[in-house]
Every structure is written in structure tokens, then in C-alpha cells.
């Protein structure tokens, strides 16, 4: 994840593999951390090159992204939990 200037989270989803179905398609979840723990400020999902892009409101602070666990190919596969490392924003 980077941020940019007016706090734009940007990035990419990579599986293992190359696998397109934990790609493309995915939410992913961008937090802050607050006083009371990581705390949800928006979502995006990756399209067809498996990117995102979404406006968060611009505070100072530590922010990631979180990529859930997902059931796909009707219950064959399973791409795990992913969280990206920590940014901070000044």
C-alpha cells in the first residue's frame, strides 16, 4: 500500500501463484489505527489488474490494508487473510 498526497491508498493484491481469483474481484479493506484499536475507513475492490485505489479522509496517522479470507472456485480453494505492513502519514 502507498499513501499519496490528499490520502489516496493505492496498491495491489498479489497471490501465490499468479492465482487471478485471489486477484481480481477482492475487497480490500483500508484501516487506521485509533485509540481503540485499527478501525475501518473505507474499501475498494482490486479490478481487472488486480489494483485499487480509494480516497480516505487525510489524518495524520499509521494506516493498512486488509485483504479478507475468501472461498472461491465453489469451496476449492481458499485465499487466506492478508494485511499489508504499517504507513504513517504526517
Not at 55 to 82: F, I, K, L, M, S
Amino acid at each position: 500500500m502507498r499513501l499519496r498526497l490528499h490520502l489516496v491508498a493505492t496498491g495491489r493484491v498479489v497471490a501465490a501463484g499468479n492465482f487471478g481469483a485471489c486477484e481480481v474481484g477482492v475487497v480490500v479493506k483500508i484501516q487506521r489505527r485509533g485509540p481503540n484499536g485499527w478501525q475501518g475507513l473505507g474499501r475498494d475492490a482490486t479490478g481487472g489488474r488486480a489494483r485499487y485505489r480509494e480516497h480516505v479522509t487525510d489524518h495524520a496517522g499509521r494506516y493498512r490494508t486488509v485483504v479478507p479470507r475468501r472461498v472461491v472456485n465453489g469451496g476449492q480453494d481458499v485465499c487466506v487473510r492478508t494485511v499489508s505492513s504499517v504507513r504513517t502519514h504526517r
